[in-house]
Structures are given as C-alpha cells and as structure tokens.
C-alpha cells in the first residue's frame, strides 16, 4: 500500500468507520465503537484500528494525509436534545409568533398514521428561541424587493439591549422578503453589533437569515437561521477542539465535513446547519459512486446502522435532494440529499408491548452505551443483535476481530425473560419474530420509497450497507422483484467509502418571483433569462470567493447552475440542471425549459406534463465544486464458481424458519471474485457478516462486491 492521502471518519450511533485511501487509489478501513461523551475518541480510535492493519503508526498516518473528512449527527443530537445555546431573535413586526405558531404542515412532520388519526394527544415542540426572547421590528421590504416601510433603527437597538438582558448569547435576523432585498437585514445586523459592542459583547454572533437561508417562505428560513445559531457556535467548538487535537498529531490540512447536500467543504467555513444530516449522506454518495462503476441508473442504497436504517434513491444518475426537509420536526430552508429513515437497527429493542401484548421491535435503541445485552456493557432489552447472535448468525468470537466478545447466553437469557416466556413461545421462536418484524418494516420502508414516487421496483439495483446491511438483506429484500442485491467487503463502513468518494462542493440558492405565461414571446423569455443569468453570475463569484478563500485555485473550480421549476399553479417543483451556463437568447430559454420538461416525464410519465399552465420559477441555486482523489475498486480476473477449501472456517449450528442447520462458514477475504456459495451459508469477516439463507446463493464478481440471488435461478 501507498502513503494514505484520504481519510473519512463516518461517527454513527453505535459504532465510529474509518476509510482510508492511499495515493493509489487503494484502501483500508476501521471500525471502533462510538463514545458520545467525547466524539474525538472513538474517531482516533477507528483510525488506529485501520491503521494497525497495516503496521502503520496513527500519527504517522495523520501527518501523510492530504484530506480528512468527518461526518457526524452531533449537531442533530445537539438540536434533538435541546442542548445548544440562547439566541434571540429579531423578527419583522406582526409576526413574532412565527416559530411558536410554525406552519400545518410542519405540525404533521414525522409523525406515523396512528400519530395523525389522534392529533389531540400530541403537543407541538416548543420552538428553539421561545417567545419571551422574540422582538418585533417595524419596518418592511414587499413581494417586489421594494422598501414599503422604513426600517425603525431605535427599535433595533432597544431590542438588542433587552435580549442582551435576556441572557441571549446571539441574534437571529429574519424579516420578510429579505432574500429579495437583504438591505433591511444588513442594517439591523450592523446595528445589533453596535449595540453589542457598547454593551461589552463585541463578539456577539449575529445570524442574518439572508446570509443562512436566502429562500422563499419564512418559516423554513427562520428555522434554518435560529438553528444556525442554537446548535452553531458549540459544534463549531468541538470541530475546533479536534481539529487542533488532529494538528498535535501530525496533520497539516483542514478538516472537511461532509454536508447534507453531499460534498465536502471545511470545518471552519462550512454552516453547520448544512452539516446537520451528514451521516446518512455518505452512503447514497457512495451508491452513486457505484452506479458510475457499473454503469446503473437506478439504485437505492439501504444502510442498517446500529439504531436507524436509511434509504435513498438514486434516479437516472442523480440523487433526489429535498429542498425543503424536516429537521428535528423542523421545516429547514436548507437542501438536503433526500434520505427517509427509520428506528431499525442492530441496536433497536424488543419488547412486549403493554397494551395489546404484542411482540414490539423499536424504534428505541440501545445506542452505543449501553448497547445490546450480548455486549455485557449493562444493557438489559433485547436487541436485533441479540436475536441474530442467538441465531447463529454472529460469530461472538470474531465480532470485530475478536475485539468485543459477545455473551450469547446472556443474550440468550434476555430473550427468554423479556419475549419468550411472557409470549408462550421458545427463546428461538423470539427470536426469529424479531428478525422477521426488523425485515418486514425495512422492505416496507423500501417499497414506500419507490412506489410513492411512481417508480418501478424492477428498474432499481439495491445496495445493502451498514454494520447489519450484509446480515439482514436477504430478509428486507425477500419478495422485491429488483435487478439486483449487492453487498460489500467494505459493506460496514461503506457510508465512509461514498463520503470519500465525494468532491468539494458547495451549494448556493437564492430565492425570486418568476411566472412565466405558457404564450411568452422571444423578447420575454430574454428578458426573464436575462434576471436568471444575473443571479447565477453572482451566485457563481459568491462560490468562486468562497473557495479561493479556502485554498482553491479559480481555475480548477466547475460549477452547475440550476433552476427549480414546476408548473403554474403546482405546488412542488424540479430541481433542473441547466444545460447552458448563461440564458443569453429565447433559445437558450426553451433549452432550459426542455431540460425540465424532459425530467418531469422521467419522474411522473408523458401523460402527466401540463404546459398548458406555464411554469412558476420561485429558486435559482448553483453548485461550485472542485475534483480529489477517490477510492477505486479494482477488477480481478474470475475464478472458478467453487471456492477453495482454504476459504471455509467450519460450521456453526444455525437456525433458518426454525429449522437447525450446521451451516458452512466463510472467510470473506479468501473467497475469490468468480466464486459462488450457496445457502445456507455464512460469510464473515471482522466488520461484516453476509448471511444467506437457504433459497438464496452469493456471488462474487470482479470487484469482489457480493450479488445476493436465488439459488434456483
């Protein structure tokens, strides 16, 4: 192996994944268990691990990196558990119940059926700056960008002063219509500042929802904005704190945060709102990666973590991003790559439900500490873990490398205690109606997600990834009639490979009022091509100023500009890709139009495309991003279909439908590309475990990636 240039740390729930890329393209990984009391020691803890592999010293290794990401849900764990700070916030006149009133549809956000059946039992979320700490501004900036009333600067001034008293440790500005004309916004800032300072707070944050989320309807911007401030200034914090603790270890870069949009950017530049969903994001950039390599147009990725599986499409090359997604209950101007996700994991706990007496499988978790009950970390519920252990599908002895001994009676024990005995039923038979629940709720998830978009099952690959991805994807797929299921030698830390695999990027989207007739003339569309381009072009030096300031040279930078359009009177509208980078003629208008036209059949049909109504253009964005160094999967040639004897490891006592089994065992390592194993049969190696039940057959293609199908096929 080469000297490592690329490192991705991917932080989840229950356990830390390092990847780590040589100047050859060439890779390593490591896993470690998480610490949330302090994220920076699981971090270094995983990359030592990798480290290790290969006789290599951690602070050697830190000092020959080039690149250094991490991604992380410590903001969103900050904001789920109401630990950031106290902003106040500055609000234009009239509306200073904005956060407390939120929007319906933000009432309904992330609530199951039974939740919405029965709305009374539920009370809405106190918002994260309350009301006693909310000013009213006079002063107004219209639909049209126009000053309609003047901004009142002595009510600015006396609200800076009051908050100060408050105890608040930042401002949030957010008035009306301000992505139209910040100048309303800018002055109050400046004067908050002023204000500040004659106070004895010079350094006071002060956060301009022009400068966070410059977008359309003011919720959504006002909640990007205040969590900017809630959450910003203590993760900032921490990323400083282990970006000084990396640089006392040897390494001489910055360190880069994959955002939710997908790309990386520096920690010390990037917001921190943009970061708040960037675990989750590396797998479906990574499943992107591997379309690329395979050439598939649609794919959805499946990550099984420790307490949450995630699912994300990739159509006809592009990844869906939500524009305006749900964060903490929370709508948030912010894009975000589009991942649904559900409490199903290897940590998430069984119980007997109280009311109906029912075998109940999450969504609660037993998280890194105190972790399943097989860890004998203190953990006393029944987890998924402790059903596959007592299963047979877990090696206890060879869990991560032997690191961690798992206890099967204890598991065992668990089962019969908390499900088997209240139940009626053996510890066995608990155990597979666990599994099977777990399964059946993550096919659901799967199903969902495509159907509901109108797309067609048959037309996708499905990656399987995560720590339990490999173990549970015969169950979650079973019955789905899909191109194909793929798994992976690097399966348990594949959201750090997509992490690693992805540019720099940064995204940029300004807001405007833009209807276009269905009968516009030539000279209209100039005209409204004309404001497009506009923004674009400061859009674009707005990137271009930014990434310079982080170290890039202007001409190693490219750029997409996009627009979101729907038709007159619809409600949501498609991201599309221009396919030229200035509107300078009716003809380049109509090429942009085309584009949308075009995607709009993809997603929806022929039949369903209306520009009778003419297209609303609400949001202009652009991406600026620049290339690095990626893994790469090498091709090997093909063995024959048998492996060879030096591939297995034994048996172990296995159980299928209730069924005992001496099932075959396999070392993942030496099972050679070309090889094919039939179920039921067990693959394994420190990080993952590829279980293949008895109607099923895996094989190994060139890039040693594993394709799960039916034996009788």
Known sequence: ?????????????????????????????????????????????????????????????????????????????????????RPGLLVTKG???????????????????????????????????????????????????????????????????????????????????????PAHERSAARIAHEEAAACGWPDLPVYASVDVSPVIRELPRANATAIEAYVGPLVRRAFSQLEDELHGRGFKGQLQIMQSAGGLAPARHVKIVESIQSGPVGGLVGGRFIGELYQFDNIITTDVGGTSFDVGL???????????????????????????????????????????GRLQVGPQSAGAVPGPVCYGRGGCEPTVTDADLVLGYINPDYFLGGRIALDRERALAALREKIADPLGISPLEAAEGIREIIDTRMREAIRGLVLARGFDLSEYHLLAFGGGGAAHCAGYT???????????????????????????????????????????????????????????????????????????????????????????????DLIVTSPVEAIRSAEDF????????????????????YPQAGYDIFEVGMVAWAPKLRPTLKAYPLARAKPQEAARKGYR?????????????????????????????????????????????????????????????
């Open 653 to 713: 006592r296995c159980y299928f439908r209730q069924n005992a089994c001496e099932t075959p065992l396999f070392e993942l390592a030496r099972v050679l590309p070309g090889n094919e194993i039939t179920g039921p049969a067990i693959i394994e190696d420190p990080t993952t475990t590829v279980v293949i039940p008895p109607d099923r057959r895996a094989r190994m293609d060139q890039y040693r990636t594993l394709w799960l199908e039916n034996s009788n096929a």
């Open 95 to 181: 509306f200073e119940h904005m956060l407390t009133m939120g929007r319906g549809k933000q009432s309904w956000t992330d609530m199951d059926r039974p939740d919405r059946l029965h709305p009374m039992t539920h009370r809405q979320l106190a918002p994260i700056i309350p009301f006693e700490l909310t000013r009213g501004i006079t002063g107004r900036i219209d639909s049209l960008g126009q000053e309609f009333i003047p901004l009142n600067e002595r009510e600015v001034r006396q609200a800076t002063r009051e908050l100060l008293a408050a105890g608040v440790d930042s401002l949030v500005i957010v008035f009306l219509w301000s992505f139209l004309n």
């Open 590 to 609: 109509d090429a942009l139009i085309a584009a949308f036209e075009t995607l709009y059949e993809e997603i929806y049909s022929r039949a369903a495309r």
């Open 1 to 85: 192996m080469g000297e490592p240039r690329l490192c991705y740390v991917d932080v989840g729930g229950t356990f830390t994944d390092a990847f780590i890329v040589d100047d050859d393209g060439e890779w390593m990984l490591g896993k470690a268990p998480s610490t949330p009391h302090d994220a920076s020691q699981g971090f270094l803890a995983a990359i030592e691990v990798a480290c290790k592999q290969k006789e290599r010293a951690l602070d050697k290794t830190l000092a020959s990196l080039h690149v250094l990401g991490y991604g992380a849900t410590m903001a969103l764990n900050a904001l789920l558990t109401r630990s950031g700070g």
């Open 478 to 572: 079973e019955g789905l009639p899909l191109r194909g299921v793929l798994a992976f030698s690097f399966s348990s830390a594949f959201s750090a490979f997509g992490a690693a695999a992805a540019d720099y990027e940064h995204h940029y989207t300004r807001s405007l009022n833009m209807i276009v007739p269905p009968d516009v003339d030539a000279a209209g569309k100039k005209e409204l091509g004309a404001r497009i381009t506009a923004i674009w072009q400061e859009l674009k030096q707005e990137g271009v100023a930014q990434m310079v300031r982080e170290g890039f040279r202007e001409a190693e930078l490219h750029f997409r500009f996009q627009a979101m359009i729907r038709y007159g009177r619809q409600l949501n």
């Open 314 to 356: 990739v159509t006809g090359g592009s990844v869906g991003v939500n524009r305006e997604p749900t964060v903490a209950r929370m709508l948030v101007g912010v894009p975000m790559v589009e991942v649904i996700s559900i409490g199903a994991g290897g940590g998430t706990i069984a119980r007997i439900d109280p009311l109906s």
